[in-house]
């Protein structure tokens, strides 16, 4: 039976939140939490996959305590079972121990049912790395396979797998032992409404919750802020260009006055060839 | 780990079809100014099959030293086995900060690497520097989320990776006739025992999107409203014969497709004329255009983050000022036959 494990993350929606104008910053207690849009996609593929093969989906986050209500989204999407990982002892984790403590938990699931497939989103939209994947991969040594956007085959019989990974001008096709993991792209699927037993499975759905003490054989060393090598040292207000020249009066002067600008710069028109 | 042993500056080259890919001649560009701050040497990492022959340009724009690994099992980029090269080849010479493209590749490459070593890995930088007494490089980015910047440090590891957005950086004018020192480098991989294979590759004819190219660029925010008001740059752009762009928002609102994407997680453009029309101006979104020509803003909010980063501002409503523009336009060109 296949077992496709989809890692996934809550990230604050970009897009709601209020930024604070004095600060310039972003005010995170405005912003609501949703599952990670990327991720929608890898758990999407999963559960299609499972459609095709046969199997389970299963879902694991790493995150604070409301990270559970991203499990039940994926639960909506069509996963079986969701695994939250959550301690304070994580806190604070940079690429490298996000990777190594998501690969404690990956240890775990594995031990229940092993693991043929992992998949992650593209990137995480506050993280913005699209680190974690490939790290995931390498920690359990198995191929990373990046910017996949369509999967052609799984045959975990003879274990492989063929997929499309994305190129700049086009795409290659790839063949990879099972286990391994993709990370996916946004072009991979689209991700549908929910099918409402769905919905209904998962507004019961108790997600397992696991702490540190729970995984096996971890160096609390490599975890969280301790574990993470790279730390921001300085957070500041890029330098301003000096701000522009306001053009005054109304939209007809306005227009007029930009176009005397930019129609005595001539070389600024004067195009490469064509493209 | 000593760090006294760690030296020199090395940039991932990468490279397709017998062609160094241009982010990598930008980065030996800003490599070159970390090495010399630092007094060491700038080097290249060159990986492939048939790729030698590539060293020479890596040397006119700014390489001292290439390493280079030429073997078939190199013809086509893959996880392991670019890794597997690129582990050992520090492992032996012991860089103190390597630089790779933020390209699919590049991250790809420097995400597996950095596990493996592991070490400190910053994605996606826009500005580099580093501390000429103790080493340790200063790579600042976007910080997540808020109209800010963050310097990200490695402190404890060897060496420090970062990956770098393409056309942020600016690569050094080509010397020709200067040279450099190649060491072959040679690691034995079996075919059978790499677990990925590369059945195909196929190039897509469909014409891409490539705003990066163009020399003008109308983008276009959430302040269209609408895919139908989004319109309304199109039609400024076609009267211009430039591109069009997009802010994220737009993107995400499926007004326009990723390509036109300009920004953090877009593409990096730097057109001779750039106008943002109804563009806030997030950090994320002018990392990726600042370094326009000219840059034209037309908001109707004057207190716009966007006005702090143009050269010519218009407070207004754009669907006042826009239509106006391309009539105005339309009639300049007619007369004065300056734009194509
Ligand atoms: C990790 C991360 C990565 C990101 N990457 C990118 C990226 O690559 N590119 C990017 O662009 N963004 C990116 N963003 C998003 C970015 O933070 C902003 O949310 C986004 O750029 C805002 O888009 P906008 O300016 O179109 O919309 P808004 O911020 O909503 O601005 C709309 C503007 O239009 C003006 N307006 C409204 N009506 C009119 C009118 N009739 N006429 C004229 N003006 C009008 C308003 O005054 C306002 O200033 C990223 C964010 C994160 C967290
Ligand atoms: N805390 C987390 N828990 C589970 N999966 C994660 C977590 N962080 C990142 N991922 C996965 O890694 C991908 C890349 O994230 P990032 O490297 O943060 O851009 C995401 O799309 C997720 O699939």
């Given at each position: 039976m296949l077992h496709i494990v989809a890692c996934i993350k809550q990230v604050p929606d970009t897009k709601i939140i209020k930024m604070n104008p004095k600060t310039n910053t972003m005010d995170r207690r405005t912003a609501p939490a949703i599952l990670n849009p990327y991720d929608a996609h890898a758990v999407e593929e999963a559960v299609r996959l499972k459609e095709r093969y046969g199997g389970i989906v299963s879902v694991l986050t790493m995150g604070p305590p409301p990270a559970v209500s991203a499990i039940k989204k994926c639960v909506e999407i069509g996963a079986d079972e969701g695994y939250l990982i959550t301690d304070r002892r994580f806190a604070g984790a940079d690429t490298l121990a996000t990777s190594y403590a998501l690969s404690k938990a990956l240890d775990k699931i594995a031990k229940q049912q092993p693991i043929d497939l992992v998949i992650c989103g593209k990137m995480s939209i506050d993280g913005d790395t699209g680190q974690v994947g490939p790290g995931i991969a390498r920690r359990l040594d198995i191929p990373p396979l990046t910017s996949v956007n369509k999967v052609v085959e799984i045959n975990q019989e003879e274990g492989y797998a063929i997929v499309h990974r994305k190129l700049e001008d086009g795409f290659e096709v790839v063949r990879s032992t099972l286990p391994c993991m993709f990370s996916v792209e946004k072009t991979i699927n689209e991700v549908p409404y929910s099918p409402l037993p769905n919905v209904i499975r998962a507004a019961r759905y108790k997600p397992h919750i696991w702490s540190v003490d729970d995984l096996e054989e971890v160096d609390i060393k490599q975890l969280g802020l301790k574990g993470s090598p790279t730390i921001v040292s300085r957070v500041w207000a890029p330098q301003k260009p000096a701000g522009g020249t306001f053009l005054e009066g109304n939209p007809a002067a306005q227009v007029d006055q930009l176009l005397s600008v930019l129609l005595e710069k001539k070389e600024l028109f004067e195009t490469k060839e064509e493209i | 780990m000593d760090f006294q042993d760690y030296k020199g500056v090395w940039v991932f080259i990468e490279q397709k079809d017998g062609e160094v890919a241009s982010v990598s001649l930008e980065l030996l560009g800003a490599?070159?100014?970390?090495?010399?701050?630092?007094?060491?040497?700038?080097?290249?990492?060159?990986?492939?099959?048939?790729?030698?022959?590539?060293?020479?340009?890596?040397?006119?724009?700014?390489?001292?030293?290439?390493?280079?690994?030429?073997?078939?099992?190199?013809?086509?980029?893959?996880?392991?086995?670019?890794?597997?090269?690129?582990?050992?080849?520090?492992?032996?010479?012991?860089?103190?900060?390597?630089?790779?493209?933020?390209?699919?590749?590049?991250?790809?490459?420097?995400?597996?690497?950095?596990?493996?070593?592991?070490?400190?890995?910053?994605?996606?930088?826009?500005?580099?520097?580093?501390?000429?007494?103790?080493?340790?490089?200063?790579?600042?980015?976007?910080?997540?989320?808020?109209?800010?910047?963050?310097?990200?440090?490695?402190?404890?590891?060897r060496p420090q990776m970062a990956t770098v957005r393409a056309k942020v950086m600016k690569a050094l004018p080509p010397e020709p006739g200067r040279i450099g020192k190649v060491v072959e480098e040679t690691i034995s991989l079996k075919e059978e025992d790499i677990r990925t294979k590369v059945l195909e590759i196929v190039k897509e004819t469909v014409k891409k999107v490539r705003i990066d190219e163009?020399?003008?660029?109308?983008?276009?925010?959430?302040?269209?409203?609408s895919y139908e008001g989004f319109q309304l740059v199109h039609q400024l752009a076609e009267t211009l014969g430039g591109a069009v762009g997009a802010s994220r928002d737009v993107v995400e609102a499926g007004w326009i497709d990723h390509p036109h994407q300009v920004g953090q997680t877009g593409v990096t453009v730097t057109p001779k004329i750039y106008f943002a029309i109804g563009i806030s101006g997030a950090i994320q979104h002018i990392v990726g255009m600042k370094n326009s020509g000219l840059i034209i803003a037309i908001n109707k909010d004057k207190e716009a983050p966007i006005f702090q980063t143009c050269h010519y501002g218009i407070v207004g409503d754009a669907f006042e000022v826009v239509p106006i523009l391309i009539e105005q336009f339309k009639k300049a060109i007619s007369r004065d036959k300056v734009i194509k």
């Open positions: - | 490599g070159r100014k970390l090495a010399d701050k630092r007094g060491v040497e700038l080097a290249g990492i060159l990986i492939g099959e048939n790729v030698k022959n590539l060293t020479k340009t890596l040397f006119e724009y700014g390489a001292d030293t290439v390493y280079v690994y030429d073997q078939p099992i190199f013809k086509h980029y893959r996880t392991e086995t670019y890794m597997k090269a690129l582990l050992e080849c520090t492992e032996k010479h012991k860089p103190e900060i390597i630089l790779y493209g933020a390209t699919s590749t590049g991250k790809d490459l420097a995400s597996a690497v950095a596990t493996d070593m592991p070490t400190g890995l910053t994605a996606d930088t826009t500005e580099l520097d580093v501390e000429e007494d103790t080493g340790l490089l200063l790579a600042s980015r976007p910080a997540f989320g808020g109209n800010i910047m963050a310097t990200i440090l490695c402190k404890k590891y163009a020399d003008i660029i109308v983008a276009g925010g959430k302040g269209l409203g």
